[in-house]
């Protein structure tokens, strides 16, 4: 999906992250499978296909097996936002 053209006339389009990059900020942030992760919110702006969704939900599933908290709980502190449809249905599948 086009949404506008940048100031120079290029369209604007979709960025990926790489997984390293995608551990390496997580963990910067404290945001590991070894920490207690119930407490924690996450807003993640600019979901795409799932880069950082699906490390997110990964880690702190495994954080909640090793602490002992509700998975599905601590889940609701996490939102993902995507405009765009198509990478929407990506992420849901992913």
Not at 30 to 47: N, T, V
């Amino acid at each position: 999906m086009r949404y506008a053209n940048r100031t120079n006339g290029q369209p604007h389009g979709i960025v990926r992250t790489k997984a390293i990059v995608v551990k390496g900020i997580l963990d910067k942030i404290g945001y590991c499978s070894k920490c207690d992760l119930s407490a924690y919110r996450i807003l993640e702006p600019a979901a795409g296909s799932g880069a950082f969704a699906l490390e997110i939900i990964k880690r702190l599933h495994s954080s909640s097996k090793c602490f002992g908290f509700s998975f599905e709980r601590a889940l609701q502190q996490v939102t993902f936002v995507e405009i765009d449809p198509d990478q929407v249905k990506l992420l849901k599948k992913n």
